[in-house]
């Protein structure tokens, strides 16, 4: 009976929310806030259109309009059954109003996160995916109060409430101390996630590799610390997203910022750790990443993209090259000049490094990556030029490119014309 009754009432009610006249706004409030009282349980089916109504009237330019809301927002957060609540159809919802810039609609949703965390029955990790994102956004909110409340609603609702890492200003960089209780707050929360049956971590790779090649500064902190910890923890699980990881990791380790270019460093070195499966089934995809950081303007950038080629190039080989006293011997000729104007200056080739066969995931390139080594030797930085040079060696080991970059070499006489 009580729900026959509701479904002649509740409409027009809801329909008077979005009249151009504050005050029949203000007595729709009022009137649904009464009967959403008396009706309690049985006003659920109602939910989903009642919290549209409060999403657009939460920011509304009339005060008591506002307050009215208000009144009727934390009725609705008191009163609401999880028994009876539909978060499958809700969550899409949550998450498509989340892309809202406006800081009073960001708080309403934010609120409305942290209340749904509170709730045993409801696996908030599982819709980590979906409102991971939208988070993250708020963190750049203008309004300090949706920065603070974003950054909470992450702990609480997705951490356990850990107080990791959601920064809502840049600060110094984290102390000794504090960064063990970060990696161990860190480190039980994605053992949590992985725990979970529901947690899709491929989408939440995507999600961080984004925010952590764009954004402010606070967001791509948050971004790249998830990042280190999700490649220290998921391993195989994140296999076809290590490349795109790495796109993100890479630039990061010439930020500005002092404690962005930590986390980027470390996890670069947990990258670089990995068993060598990963590089194996997507050595090209990672080379691409290289490649495009090759022409970096940033000198850290530049030497970790160029200590990858290295990298994969010695993984990527396997049968011992007979002929690397013959690469010594060309390639010392032709930096004569240039270790002598250096004078004192050690120049080591990665002899144990260069005595294997390029693979063929590698060579195929080359194209790619030899113009961009090239320009590398006329880097204005010393420490480029020689790690493009024991890259180069370490390509010339085999004898097929041999000719062809020794040729290369010699055309654009990079080395014997090098200067600082």
């Known amino acids: ?34 009967i959403a009282k008396v009706a309690r349980d049985d006003f659920m089916p109602h939910f989903s259109d009642t919290f549209d109504a409060l999403f657009r009237l939460c920011a509304d330019h009339d005060s008591a309009v506002h307050q009215a809301t208000t009144f009727l927002d934390n009725l609705m957060k ?32 934010i609120s409305w996160i942290t209340v749904l965390a509170s709730v045993p029955d409801i696996d908030m990790l599982a819709h980590l995916p979906e409102l991971l994102a939208g988070l993250l956004d708020a963190l750049q909110d203008e309004a300090r109060e949706v920065r603070t409340a974003a950054s909470k609603a992450l702990q609480v609702s ?35 996630i992985q725990a979970s049956q529901h947690v899709d971590c491929s989408a939440l790779a995507a999600i961080l590799v984004g925010r952590a090649r764009a954004g402010d500064e606070a967001t791509r902190l948050v971004a790249m610390r998830w990042l280190r910890e999700f490649v220290g923890q998921a391993k195989e699980q994140l ?5 795109s990881i790495l796109a993100a990791v890479l630039p990061g380790l010439s930020h500005p910022h002092a ?9 670069n070195r947990q990258l670089l750790e990995l068993p060598a499966a990963w590089q194996s089934e997507d050595t090209e995809a990672a080379l691409a990443v290289v490649s495009n950081e090759l022409g970096s303007e940033q000198e850290q950038t530049r030497l970790d993209a160029l200590h990858w080629v290295n990298v994969l190039l010695g993984r990527d080989r396997t049968t011992v090259c007979p002929w690397d006293a013959r690469v010594m011997h060309h390639l010392s000729r032709y930096t004569g ?5 250096k004078g004192a200056l050690t120049f080591q080739l990665p002899v144990q490094s260069s005595c294997r066969y390029v693979g063929m995931q590698v060579l195929k390139r080359l ?31 085999d004898e097929v490119h041999f000719q062809p970059l020794m040729q290369q070499l010699l055309d654009r006489r990079a080395l014997s014309s090098h200067s600082f």
């Open 367 to 397: 194209d790619l990556l030899l113009p961009a080594l090239l320009d590398a030797l006329q880097a204005h930085s010393e420490r480029v030029a020689i790690e493009a040079l024991s890259v180069q060696a370490s390509i010339a080991a």
């Open 78 to 109: 008191a009163s609401w059954h999880v028994s009876r609540f539909d978060m499958p159809r809700f969550v899409p919802q949550l998450r498509e109003d989340l892309t809202v810039l406006d800081s009073k609609k960001r708080m309403f949703l």
């Open 259 to 267: 404690e962005v270019a930590a986390v980027a460093r470390e996890a």
């Open 158 to 192: 997705f951490m356990g409430g850990v107080r990791w890492p959601c920064p809502v200003v840049m600060r110094t960089p984290a102390g000794p101390a504090q960064r063990g209780r970060l990696a161990a707050a860190a480190q039980e929360f994605l053992i949590e």
């Open 1 to 34: 009976m009580m729900q026959e009754y509701l479904g002649r009432v509740v409409p027009p009610v809801l329909h008077s929310l979005v009249d151009q006249d504050a005050r029949v706004r203000y007595y729709a409030c009022e009137a649904l806030y009464n």
């Open 239 to 243: 296999l076809a997203h290590y490349a």
């Open 337 to 341: 000049d240039f270790c002598k104007a």
